[in-house]
């Protein structure tokens, strides 16, 4: 069976520092990758999705940049964090063909300060 | 991008039947229709998908409509359980570039 795991959990960072969530997925290979945040009492937003290593779209512009190194590891990456950039991130995985149900890991819920 | 439109909030009495609307009306012929739900703290939970034919699984039914520009989620007895935000997303795109855009959703709210 396939899981997907998003570390850390929790995390408090100053403003301007940088930042590294990260999330792999066992059991599939060849996954299509999603990078979603959620800033309190709002609805999911898509920030990068990923259907091949090195291959990442960008949905909004903004201050976080995603990469795949591998085909089973995605990695959300900021040089300095900005107060905007609190939030619950979510990885999400899904089959390449077919209907690309999602699958959610437990989230990383950052605060910046 | 294509759109989903939901009620902002909802609210049922337990052991009763829920019917969770949604439009698209920008659909287009590919577009799977995928509906999750989040518990607070948690990320989302998949509940069900069709593209065209209404379908049913241990959690829930989906009716499609006819011209696809509109889909009900139903939830036949809700529980106190069922209480959460309710996303109804298309799958967009062609094989290899797939995208799912969340909205805002629907917060059901479920009464003893």
């Known amino acids: 069976s396939q899981t997907i795991h998003q570390w850390p959990a929790t995390l408090v960072q100053p403003v301007g520092s940088p930042l590294s969530l990260e999330c792999t997925v066992e059991?599939?290979?060849?996954?299509?990758l999603y990078w979603y945040r959620q800033a309190a009492g709002r609805g999911l937003q898509l920030l990068f999705y990923?259907?091949?290593?090195?291959?990442i779209s960008s949905e909004v512009p903004q201050n976080l940049s995603a990469s795949r190194p591998q085909d089973r590891q995605f990695i959300l990456s900021s040089k300095k964090l900005l107060l905007s950039d609190s939030g619950f991130y979510l990885c999400a995985w899904s089959w390449r063909s077919g209907a690309n149900v999602l699958t959610f890991g437990a989230g990383s819920r950052l605060t910046v300060l | 991008d294509a759109k989903t439109t939901q009620p902002n909030s909802m609210e049922s009495n337990e052991e009763e039947p829920v019917h969770l609307p949604c439009n698209h009306s920008?659909?287009?012929?590919?577009?799977?229709i995928h509906w999750y739900r989040q518990l607070p703290s948690q990320g989302p939970e998949y509940v069900i998908h069709?593209?065209?034919s209404n379908v049913n699984n241990r959690m829930a039914s989906l009716a499609i409509a006819e011209d696809r520009k509109s889909s009900t989620l139903i939830l036949h007895r809700a529980t106190l359980r069922d209480a959460a935000v309710y996303y109804c997303i298309l799958r967009e795109g062609i094989q290899g570039a797939q995208k799912l855009v969340f909205g805002q959703g629907t917060r059901l709210t479920i009464n003893p």
């Open positions: 990923s259907v091949g290593i090195g291959q």
């Open positions: 059991g599939t290979s060849n996954p299509n």
């Open positions: 920008t659909i287009s012929g590919t577009d799977y």
């Open positions: 069709g593209l065209t």
